[in-house]
């Protein structure tokens, strides 16, 4: 099945020597939303088919009759496993041009100078056709890069296995794997040399059959194996063989060899009540191989403490305490302090409330901001911090309980909570946004200014001085 996720643009690779078309359909391309990629000669069109794969091809017939349409084959060779529309970009078509541009695999035409309402158009209608042919592939019986029976004919071997036979229960199981970082191959070694490398895996897993396995591709560099009337422990013994045979296993591309690691996830369809169940329950085994550091095998159900001791209620943060999400305090007040004082660190700090000591360093209250900012400014140099702190300060030890402090949070009107040693002196803070923050999912960018950097160095500029300070100078 073809899954909302699986979308993408089209991608569009645009070659021509002609530079002034290349800009505009460049700038098309970029406001309509579709990835566009340009060559003007046929090495570059070669490399950049080979590397990004696109879906169109717009050739001018500048390179695409050059050398008897020998490009337009080279570049639909690069793609054995995707499907590529091309078009041709002609002025002036003639019955003899428009012969060899189809022997040649050009699948239509686009007359300039280039109507961009009939391009989009004809967008629409290569995408249909793409689709209809990516459809036909995965119907088919076989999968076309790899030669094993494709999803839908593996699916319909799996049913027939776990259908009753008079009255026995059906006894099978089922592995499922991919290659681990498969993605790099392509972007390393390109296209070509991952669908070799999918045949060589599809080869070597060919071997290792005894005679009854099934073998079968999912999908891209998803391989899955039927073993009839198979266990589970059989099965995952079958499934450890073929993951030291790929990791032992050097496989030549083009001129480089290279080797892998595959991931396999096992299940056995007597915990499954039908094929497609089985399938995802070997599936989920996978992820959980994938999880687990990869190049590993994993039976169904076999990590499943795991998840439920980390999903079940009150046990995430269990461990978690005061200590661990507290702000740490750096800035206390005394009561004999002037209101001017405190004032002026709530100003330099931006804190909600700082706490106030005695000489020992013990917790006697807070100066809290909302009431500090009420003070007349005449009387910043003569009211002292203890006659406007809050004494009325709830505090919590270093080893409280988080789910203590989000509870007092959610009951209390009070946004700031201080947290003392041992000897109650204050050490942090912990307030309801810091608490917030932490379950919002951090970017690349959350920390960043919020204005742009200078992109001078004038700042760190030394000034000079002028003779009349250098004269004081010793």
């Known amino acids: 099945m073809h899954h909302a996720s699986d979308s993408q643009p089209l991608k569009v690779l645009v070659v021509t020597e002609d530079r002034a078309l290349q800009r505009q359909l460049s700038q098309f391309f970029d406001m309509m939303g579709y990835p566009a990629l340009h060559a003007a000669d046929p090495q570059s ?75 989009l158009s004809r967008l629409r209608s290569a995408a249909r ?5 990516r459809r036909v592939c995965q119907q088919g019986r076989l999968d076309a890069p790899t030669g094993l029976l494709s999803r839908s004919a593996f699916a319909s071997q799996l049913r027939r296995q776990m ?6 229960p059906p006894r099978a199981a089922c592995v499922v794997l991919d290659l681990d970082f498969f993605s790099r191959i392509d972007r390393l070694h390109g296209a070509s040399a991952g669908a070799a490398l999918l045949q060589a895996v599809a080869k070597e897993l060919n071997e290792l059959r005894s005679g009854s396995e099934v073998l079968g591709c999912l999908g891209g560099d998803l391989f899955c194996a039927l073993l ?8 995952v013994e079958w499934a450890e063989r073929a993951r030291q045979v ?34 995802e329950q070997a599936t989920q085994a996978l992820q959980t191989a994938k999880s687990s550091g990869r190049n590993c095998v994993v039976r169904s159900g076999e990590f499943g403490a795991d998840a439920s001791a980390l999903t079940a209620p009150g046990t995430l943060f269990e461990r978690t305490v005061a200590r661990d999400v507290m702000t740490a305090c750096t800035v206390f007040l005394q009561p004999d302090e002037l209101v001017g004082q405190a004032i002026d660190q709530l100003h330099r700090t931006r804190l909600e409330g700082i706490p106030v000591v005695d000489s020992d360093g013990k917790l006697v209250g807070l100066c809290e901001q909302e009431i500090m900012i009420t003070v ?6 003569t009211r002292l911090v203890g006659d406007l ?35 109650a002196r204050p050490v942090g803070f912990v307030t309801s946004n810091s608490l917030l923050a932490m379950s919002r999912r951090v970017t690349t960018d959350s920390f ?27």
């Open 389 to 423: 702190m809050t004494t009325d300060v709830q505090s919590f030890g270093e080893q409280e309980s988080l789910a203590s402090l989000v509870d007092f949070l959610a009951r209390d009107a009070r946004s700031l909570i201080i947290i003392v040693d041992e000897e």
């Open 163 to 168: 259908a009753p036979r008079e009255g026995t």
């Open 448 to 474: 960043a200014a919020e204005a742009a950097y200078s992109d001078t160095s004038q700042y760190l500029v030394v000034p000079d001085l002028c003779p009349q300070e250098c004269s004081h100078t010793v």
């Open 246 to 279: 790929l990791s032992a296993t050097k496989f030549k591309l083009a001129e480089t060899t290279v080797q892998i690691t595959a991931s396999f996830g096992v299940a056995a369809c007597d915990q499954a009540e039908s094929a497609e169940q089985l399938v």
């Open 129 to 133: 056709v793409l689709e209809y042919d």
């Open 45 to 119: 069109a070669l490399a950049a088919v080979t590397a990004q794969c696109p879906h169109i091809l717009l050739i001018g017939t500048d390179l695409a009759a050059r050398a008897g349409w020998e490009l337009c084959g080279l570049l639909s060779q690069r793609l054995p496993s995707a499907g590529l529309f091309t078009f041709l970009m002609i002025e002036e078509p003639d019955e003899i041009l428009l012969q060899e541009a189809l022997e040649a695999g050009i699948d239509d035409f686009l007359l300039k100078p280039i109507g961009y309402g009939e391009l």
């Open 376 to 381: 007349a400014e005449s009387d910043y140099a």
């Open 228 to 235: 009839p009337d198979a266990n589970l422990t059989a099965a």
